[in-house]
């Protein structure tokens, strides 16, 4: 395991109380929820018990205010053993950051509190059937009537949407404005007019539930309009820039648990009268292996460490730990599979799982080619 200089005390008590309940009681049941698709509830009551929700949530506001780094650290030990469980956990900073960004002094003491303590859980609800890389292009329409705003339109692949108290939903209260005309609300599952829609059947994080939403006449007080109208899309992006580099330390967790798993097999699976470790082939996937997980974790904690040194999230290093991550991961576990050989493509081992897993963190918080088109339009100074 590398050697984290640059952990403070506290950074390393909460990586390690996330290590050990990651490694005694989430991973032997990870393979359990994955299998039945079914919802993590106890280990989830376990993190809020634990106080691991509130670990981005401002100290003001009940949470412990351990920054982004922190928020890495717990998504990458998370993501070792279950990263469906991860992105559950996950899925509450990013529905709960924009509060914390352009929340009202009321709106921070509703929703912070709860959210911090696992009384309930957050969601972000950006994209729509036809407005996925393009979350521009959103149509769902928020119309101003007296003191609500009366909210219609679908949205689809809202990670834990179901079982979220507060979700961070985008709508547009000009579609003729494009980005200028999206808004952020705070919609709870009440609301009248709001019913959460189909559970997507996915490759994997089978055990994290993707639904889709459905807003008809959907009321939301003008209270839980959150930044003003038009705010939204920026509201949106800067969320992104926080928690891409968290979906990159889950990247990062399922890549070195699938380098964990080859280490181990390569070292007691015997061929031709000897461990295939002992073979050049074998280490040097190893190496290359262990050289992307390095290389990705540096990146995330490097982008994590200048958020938590109050510099605006670096747009560019965000997309670029984020996709690297997820490249990595993608690269690792296929490797691990390859290693693994024939046993390696059933359910006997846990390294398909990884492969399975592994392949939403190039798509999701934005797709690896939205990433490179970030990192390029900042590069070549268009943006
Ligand atoms: N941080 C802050 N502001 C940002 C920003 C960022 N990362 N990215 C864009 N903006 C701002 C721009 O500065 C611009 O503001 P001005 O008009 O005041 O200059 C505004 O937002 C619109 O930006 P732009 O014109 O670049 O928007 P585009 O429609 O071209 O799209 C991309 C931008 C492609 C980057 C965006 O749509 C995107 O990230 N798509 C992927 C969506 C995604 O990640 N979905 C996953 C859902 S969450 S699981």
């Not at 609800?125 to 329409?141: K, N, R, V």
């Not at 964990?260 to 290359?288: C, H, S, T, V």
């Amino acid at each position: 395991m590398q050697q984290l200089y640059y952990l403070t005390d506290e950074q390393r008590a909460v990586r390690d109380l996330v290590r050990e309940i990651a490694r005694e009681k989430i991973a032997p049941v990870a393979a359990y929820y994955d299998e039945t698709e079914s919802y993590p509830e106890e280990i989830m009551k376990l993190l809020a018990q634990q106080g691991l929700m509130g670990i981005w949530v401002p100290e003001a506001y009940g949470g412990t205010g351990m920054g982004a780094l922190a928020v890495s650290l717990v998504a990458e030990e998370l993501a070792w053993a279950c990263a469906a469980t991860a992105t559950n956990w996950g899925a509450t900073p990013l529905g709960g950051y924009p509060i914390v960004l352009a929340g009202t002094e009321e709106q921070k003491r509703r929703y912070l509190p709860r959210l911090a303590g696992g009384e309930i859980l957050a969601a972000y609800s950006l994209s729509e059937p036809g407005a996925g890389s393009d979350a521009a292009a959103l149509q769902t329409t928020a119309v101003r009537k007296g003191d609500r705003y009366i909210l219609n339109g679908t949205k689809l692949w809202c990670s834990n949407g179901s079982n979220a108290g507060v979700i961070t939903l985008f709508a547009t209260v000009d579609r003729s404005k494009g980005a200028k005309g999206i808004t952020a609300f705070l919609v709870e599952p009440g609301f009248p007019g709001f019913a959460v829609g189909k559970k997507e059947k996915k490759m994997g994080i089978r055990a994290s539930p993707t639904v889709a939403f459905h807003l008809q006449d959907c009321e939301v007080p003008v209270e839980n309009r959150l930044g003003a109208e038009g705010e939204g899309f920026k509201i949106a992006m800067r969320t992104l820039d926080f928690t891409r580099p968290m979906t990159g330390a889950t990247a990062v967790g399922v890549a070195q648990a699938a380098l964990d798993a080859a280490i181990g097999y390569a070292k007691e699976r015997k061929q031709f009268n000897q461990p295939i470790a002992a073979f050049q082939g074998i280490q040097f996937m190893l190496a290359d292996m262990a050289m992307q997980v390095h290389g990705a974790r540096l990146m995330v904690h490097h982008v994590a460490s200048l958020v938590d040194r109050g510099a605006l999230a670096s747009i560019l290093e965000a997309s670029m730990a984020k996709c690297f991550a997820a490249d990595a991961a993608m690269h690792v576990a296929t490797d691990a599979v390859q290693i693994f050989g024939g046993v390696g493509y059933t359910r006997e081992f846990p390294v398909e799982r990884y492969m399975r897993d592994a392949k939403i963190m190039q798509i999701y918080e934005g797709t690896n080619q939205i990433q490179r088109m970030v990192i390029a339009q900042q590069l070549l100074g268009m943006r």
